[in-house]
């Protein structure tokens, strides 16, 4: 716009004089030279104590340093596995596995409950009903001033105190309440679902097509096909008719009482329903409050601007509001998703056996304290980097948009 | 107005000639606080209203209760034969037909300046996307920045985006346009830029009303000065009347204040 | 121009009438009061009403039935036999329906004070009572002073003095004694007070342009310690530290978790710190060095000054967060107000009723917390304020 017109006097671009340091303590960047060596010297001498005392400490303690530990077979005995584990006969390094992927079990779920459920109350907060708007407050102040700890705890007694398998609760004679954990009914998989599955994954693909091909058609022409009538044809209708057709084949496994306990069926153990209950209900608490300060931040201008221009509310909704408060949003709901999975690392407390709960009777077990406590830090550190990784994509993505 | 008349009209399918918009006895409260006071004013066809008043007068709720930003809680307010009321139809039918433009632009920040013309057309109108774009540039060069198209609001002068701002609500082809202190949030030398485009518009034959207190620009375009103070309707008239031989004392207290400020 | 002759049916409201003196006015507002309220609030539209009806029915029938559990069927005291046994059959009678606050009466100085000497309890006592004191005094802005760090320093060695003792005829009470509340207290208070100041130290580092390296290890640090978990760096604290100290050097368990809560804090304070670095007009930095401050003058009298008071609320809520983390040291097994309420648990007599010790815990934090963090938004509104003017 505003041209810098050419000054015929800058026409050979100069390059500005090198800098020379002087050897002098008013010279500025000799100066900060030597505050820097001097700092990192400090810390680099106190590392190197620190460790020539560990090396010290481990030779006389006949300590052997290293990694070799986790293909030893390991005595843990492990309530819960995604993947098949023996104790004794699996390594270490396996049992490590297995807290991870405990670990992410309990995060990923958590994070998708806690989202739905703080949303849910975040809108609560702005409701014009006094009454929803209030007992959402109440739900936000109470539950961040109480350490999730302790709503662990009590989550944890709570379920230890139900009753036990014999005079359980029981919904129906398929759930199962006790204090051995929550018992479902499991499907008995049959072939016609795995069909099912595939006619729900192309109407996926199909929904995407036909709602893309509605957009290119609503630009050409204005109109504005519907999606919806389509997406439940393709997503509900067609998987169910395959299914039917295929016999409708329909079994659960369902549990059953057998002595003092139950066989078949699924079961959801009593650690892990309380870790993702305490998670859950903590963090929503939290994200309620960044939903609602992310509605907030839009001004009360930009509703009145696509509402005098005619916009339907859903419209301004999906496309003036919720695009800008999503940019509010996502820094602050990142952190809290990082929380939540530091937080999963309580699980210890409860006696759910998650990496740090692993990785602690290993370095019990092995008494390899730095490598046990170096594999926690590097899985929560690699966890971490990979959210905010992908966040900060997600971010610049939305942000995009903007600039 | 009594009664019966009142139902007579309405009975009535609206005349072509017919006011353009009616208020008749508008009253409105924020709380117990009584915002507008029997506010009674008619609005002819292509006719160029500006609204002037102190600060707290209620000329702005007036206006946003024109295009129902505000509700008025007694009277009536008809706009373009459609009466305002709880009915989201008659809502839709007049948010269409009437254009506003805000002191603060309400822009929105996250879409380019093409993509905040095009929305409204696309979603409200149903217009295909290519031709609400040809539309949209067609408005960007009558308010002379057609080069701005793909420029996020953010990267405009104030000037600038108030001028997309009128281009966005013209794009939807309105009737009447309100314009509410459309200047007020400018740097004086931008005010003229803004000015110019009302003026052009104002010489198009739109019917427009305005809360402003640019008196030049009402000496230049208003058929007609409404002058309000304290949620009622003061004094109204040409606006060479008013500003020469204003009868209120409350009017010529404030045209004081205002010639002192410039 | 068409029309100034204008078709303005009513001009009896314009010029006709110069009334000066706006008269009363002919009809009130819409009626007001709990019945207009209640319309609005409550019962906005067919939807909202049946949420009301439907909420309201469950907050009425649960509010009875916790009346009726936390007070009614309570069972306040149960005898002891005659070895001091509580007799607890009362208790197990109630449950379900009744809670069973005799394990409070009963526990209380456990749970408070952990196995701290019994006669001795009046000192941790009075410790609380200063903790208290101190958090009320830096509370008010009139003691936002240079003497508040004076009122922190004695007011600490204070507390220091009446749990060690040893002196002035007071019983030497050894720190593995120390326990419940006290614990908690002093992790959190002494926490915030060493880390605060390296938390500005990191802060300043992170901002620096003129030292790479510096700013390099802050980032490092913080970094590493903001993506790992509090638990890490207790078990770290625990077991690995030991291992670090030479031969011989043996730092009680308490000063380690300590150190571990110093560094864990330090590294989240210092983001805020440097939020509020940030924040500051770039023409304060011009405006101090134009005056020709040095680097500390400028930090220490211009900076800091400002920053700080822009990010309180934030520190405030950052120290609430700590305050709620020192529960985790019951994971390393030492005596916090969570450890000592789990102990009290043990009884057999009392195994059953971790419900109400549970609320009771959650009650203490809760008061701690919540006058926390409405004093925070209460400074917040008010900075807020101050600043826009």
């Known amino acids: 716009m505003s041209g810098t017109t050419a000054d015929p006097r800058l026409a050979r671009p100069r390059k500005p004089p090198r800098r020379r340091v002087r050897l002098s303590w008013s010279d500025p960047v000799l100066r900060s030279i030597v505050w820097q060596i001097l700092i990192i010297g400090i810390v680099v001498a106190l590392l190197w104590y620190l460790i020539s005392n560990t090396n010290h400490n481990l030779a006389a303690r006949r300590i052997a340093t290293g990694f070799g530990f986790l293909y030893q077979a390991a005595s843990i005995p492990i309530g819960e596995s995604l993947i098949p584990y023996t104790p004794a006969v699996d390594t270490y390094g396996y049992a490590l596995l297995v807290g991870i992927l405990n670990t992410l079990k309990v995060a990923v779920v958590g994070v998708v409950l806690a989202t739905i459920l703080g949303t849910l109350i975040g809108i609560g907060r702005l409701s014009r009903n006094w009454l929803v708007a209030k007992l959402a407050a109440i739900y936000v102040e109470g539950l961040r001033d109480i350490p999730l700890l302790l709503q662990l705890l009590f989550w944890y007694a709570l379920l230890q105190g139900l009753p036990a398998p014999r005079q359980s609760l029981r919904i129906g004679d398929a759930v199962f309440l006790s204090n051995r954990g929550i018992k479902l009914p499991e499907l008995i998989w049959a072939p016609a679902f795995t069909w099912a599955a595939v006619a729900l994954l192309i109407g996926a693909v199909l929904t995407y097509a036909w709602s893309r091909r509605a957009r290119r058609r609503q630009e050409a022409t204005g109109e504005q096909p519907r999606v919806w009538p389509v997406a439940l044809a393709l997503l509900v209708v067609v998987p169910v008719i395959v299914w039917a057709a295929l016999g409708a084949p329909f079994a659960w496994d369902k549990p059953a009482l057998h002595g003092f306990n139950f066989t078949g069926g699924l079961t959801v153990t009593p650690e892990y329903t309380a870790l993702l209950m305490g998670l859950v209900i903590y963090t929503a608490a939290y994200i309620a409050e960044i939903v609602r300060a992310g509605i907030q931040a839009v001004p009360q201008g930009q509703w009145e601007a696509a509402g005098a221009l005619g916009l339907r509310h859903g419209v301004i909704l999906r496309k003036i509001v919720l695009p800008q408060a999503m940019r509010v949003m996502i820094p602050p709901m990142t952190s809290q998703y990082l929380n939540l999975t530091k937080n999963s690392s309580l699980a210890v407390a409860i006696g759910y056996q998650d990496i740090v709960s692993i990785a602690n009777t290993t370095l019990n077990q092995t008494g390899q304290a730095i490598e046990g406590i170096a594999v926690i830090m590097a899985v929560y550190l690699t966890i971490s980097l990979s959210i905010s990784l992908f966040m900060n994509w997600y971010n610049a993505r939305i942000a995009l948009v903007e600039r | ?262 | 121009m068409s029309g100034t002759a204008q078709i303005d049916p009513v001009p009896a409201t314009a010029g006709a009438t110069p009334a000066p003196v706006i008269e009363e006015r002919r009809h009130a507002a819409p009626a007001g009061g709990p019945w207009a309220w209640a319309r609005l609030n409550l019962f906005g539209s067919w939807w909202s009403t049946a949420v009301t009806l439907g909420l309201g029915a469950l907050i009425v029938l649960w509010g009875v039935r916790l009346v009726e559990w936390a007070f009614i069927n309570a069972v306040w005291s149960v005898p002891y036999n005659a070895s001091g046994q509580p007799q607890t059959a009362a208790c197990q009678e109630a449950r379900g329906v009744g809670a069973c606050w005799a394990i409070i009466t009963d526990k209380y100085r456990l749970i408070l004070f952990g196995r701290y000497p019994y006669e001795e309890q009046w000192r941790p006592a009075i410790c609380i009572a200063l903790f208290i004191g101190l958090y009320v005094v830096s509370a008010m802005r009139r003691f936002w002073r240079r003497e508040l760090v004076l009122i922190w320093l004695v007011t600490l060695a204070v507390i220091g003095l009446l749990m060690w003792g040893g002196v002035l005829g007071l019983a030497f009470v050894p720190q593995d004694s120390w326990g419940g509340l006290p614990i908690t207290l002093i992790l959190a208070t002494f926490g915030l007070a060493f880390s605060f100041p390296l938390s500005i130290l990191v802060a300043l580092g992170r901002r620096s342009t003129k030292l790479p390296a510096v700013k390099l290890l802050c980032v490092l640090y913080v970094e590493l310690i903001r993506g790992v978990p509090l638990i890490s760096l207790l078990f770290m604290a625990s077991v690995m530290f030991p291992l670090f100290m030479p031969e011989g050097v043996n730092i009680d368990k308490v000063l380690r978790a300590q150190i571990a809560i110093i560094l864990f804090a330090a590294a989240y304070l210092a983001e805020v710190v440097r939020g509020g670095l940030q924040a500051l007009p770039k023409g304060q930095y011009e405006a101090a060095d134009a005056l020709g401050l040095t680097y500390w003058q400028k930090t220490g009298k211009i900076v800091l000054p400002q920053a700080l008071r822009l990010v309180i609320p934030p520190l405030v809520n950052t120290f609430i967060g700590f305050f709620k983390d020192t529960s985790l040291v019951l994971i390393i097994g030492i005596f916090d107000l969570l450890l000592s309420g789990k102990i009290a648990l043990s009884e057999p007599a009392w195994q059953s009723f971790s419900t109400e010790i549970y609320i009771v815990l959650a009650v203490i934090y809760f008061a701690f917390c919540f006058a926390m963090s409405k004093y925070s938004r209460g400074l917040e509104r008010e900075l807020g304020r101050a600043t826009r003017r």
């Not at chain 2, 057309?121 to 149903?126: E, G, H, M």
């Not at chain 2, 290519?130 to 408005?139: F, K």
């Not at chain 2, 459309?182 to 052009?200: G, H, Q, R």
């Open chain 2, 1 to 262: 107005m009594s009664q019966s008349q009142t139902a007579e009209r309405r009975a009535r399918p609206f005349p072509p000639e017919a006011p353009a918009i009616v208020l008749d006895h508008v009253n409105k409260w924020y709380g117990t606080m009584h915002v507008l006071r029997d506010v009674s004013m008619n609005v002819a066809q292509k006719e160029r209203v500006v609204v002037c008043g102190p600060s707290g007068s209620g000329k702005s709720t007036m206006i946003r209760c024109i295009n129902r930003l505000e509700i008025h809680q007694e009277g009536r307010i008809v706009v373009d034969g459609t009466e305002l009321s709880d009915d989201l139809r008659a809502l839709d039918t007049i948010r269409r037909e009437v254009g506003m433009v805000f002191q603060s632009f309400n822009l929105f920040p996250h879409l380019t300046i093409l993509q905040n013309l095009t929305l409204a057309p696309i979603w409200v109108r149903k217009m295909p996307k290519a031709e609400a774009e040809e539309l949209a540039m067609n408005y960007l060069r009558r308010v002379k920045i057609p080069e701005q198209a793909n420029k996020y609001p953010g990267q405009l002068s104030g000037g600038q985006q108030q001028r997309v701002a009128i281009a966005r609500a013209l794009c939807m082809k309105p009737k009447i346009m309100l314009f509410d202190e459309p200047t007020s949030a400018l740097d004086p030398e931008m005010i003229k830029e803004v000015l110019d485009t009302m003026i052009e518009l104002a010489e198009s034959g739109m019917t427009m009303v305005c809360v402003t207190h640019e008196m030049g620009f009402a000496r230049r375009v208003a058929d007609r000065v409404v002058f309000m103070d304290r949620g009622e309707i003061v004094e109204s008239g040409t606006p060479e009347r008013m500003f020469e031989h204003p009868e209120t004392d409350r009017l010529k207290g404030f045209l004081s204040q205002i010639l002192r400020g410039h």
